[in-house]
Every structure is written in C-alpha cells, then in structure tokens.
C-alpha cells in the first residue's frame, strides 16, 4: 500500500466512523424531530443549498465575522504596542482587556444590544472576542524582544520605521500567527451565537433561530454543519495565508 492511499484512508475514516455512529443514533432514536440521521440532513443542505437566501446568509454571516476579525486584531495590536511603550497606559489598559477576556460572550451580547443596531452586534462582539487574544499574544512577543537586536539598531540610528521592519515584525510573526488562528475561532463563534442570540434580517444565526421556531430539526443540523464546513475552510485558507507571510 503506497503513501498516497494511506493518507487518503487515514483521512477518510475519521469521518466515516462518526457518520456511522451518528446514523446509528439516529436508528436508535427513531424520532427525527430529536436527531435526524445524516441522509435527511443532508437532504435539508441540498435543499438549502439551491436557495438564494442560503448564500446570502452565509456572506452576511461571514462579512460579520471577518470585519470583526479585521477590527479586533487592528485595536489588539495597537493597544500591544501602545502598552508596551507606555507603562501608564499599561496600568490602564491591561486591567480592562483582561476583563474582556474574562466576561462571557453571553453577557457581552445582552450589553452590547442595548447600545448597539441589531445588525452591528455580531461583529462587534466577535472583535470584542479577537482582541484580547491578539493583544495578549502580541503582548508576550513584545516582552521577548532581544534587547541586544534593539540596542544594536539604535546604535546604527535605524528610524523608528526601520527599527519595525528589521526587528519587530520578523519577531512578531509567529505570535501574530498563533493569536489570528485562535482568534478566528472565536470570532466564528461569537459572531454567530450574536445573530442567534439577536437575529439580523440576514444571517445565518437567524436562519437557526427560525429553525429552531419552527422545529425543522433537519435544517438546524443542516445550518450547523454549515459552520462547521465554514470555520474549518476558512481557518485552513487564513493558516495558509498567514504561513505564506511568515515564510516572506
């Protein structure tokens, strides 16, 4: 048995199993309004599939998502800067992201709809939920920085421009890298239990809302594997990216 085939049967099983397991569930069950076996889940995935309104809720969702991705990591990682450089603003600053890290995104929903247009609140929260993680591994890169590196630059009278492209950057790389992936996770998440918890007009969260509503249990598994394809798809393309950058 050749290489090849052994990872695509190492790739395959996995997945096998576990749909045999749920479809053995199901049998047990017998009652698809509690758990509907992976044919009529995938019946409803195709169905929804072919719809005009599917698509635009996933580019709703994933717009959502990936502006608060954009935005969380922008103010995380000025805000490592900024308390790196500046120990008042470390005392400030430090004490209020580790309590955002610390509040459930639960609460942080509930708060943030009562300030904020429905349509904002996921991502809103899903930058609330990115920054903390960007900032807190930007924070431990810049602690590491070799000093000797900064020492030398300074002698060299490098600009502060240069001093960021030589030194920081190459140094902030792989923290930068660790913090998005574990970062976009948690975006994902938060966004979409934002739009569950307080629908928009288009999202996916309201789609599972509606589901749930109306008991189509199908379609609520159908919505589910949705994210999941999404978040796996989306994190391997933003690892790829972000694997490409490292290597420049």
Known sequence: MNERLKKCLKAAIPPVFWLGVWQLAAWCVRQELLLPGPTAVGRSLLALAGTTDFWLSVAA?????????????AAGTALAFLTHFSSWANAIVSPAVRVVRATPVVSFILLVYLWTPRAAIPWVIAGLMVLPVVWGSLTVGLAGLDGKLLELGRAYRFSQGKLLRLIYLPALRSHFSAGMLTAFGLAWKSGVAAEVICPPSQAIGSRIQQAKLG??????????????????????????????VNRV
């Open 61 to 73: 969702t994933l717009g959502r998502v990936v502006l608060g991705l954009l935005w969380g990591a």
């Open 215 to 244: 008991l189509e249990t199908p379609e609520l598994f159908a919505w589910t594997l949705t994210i999941v394809a999404l978040s796996l798809t989306l994190e391997g393309l933003l690892r790829r990216c972000l694997e490409g």
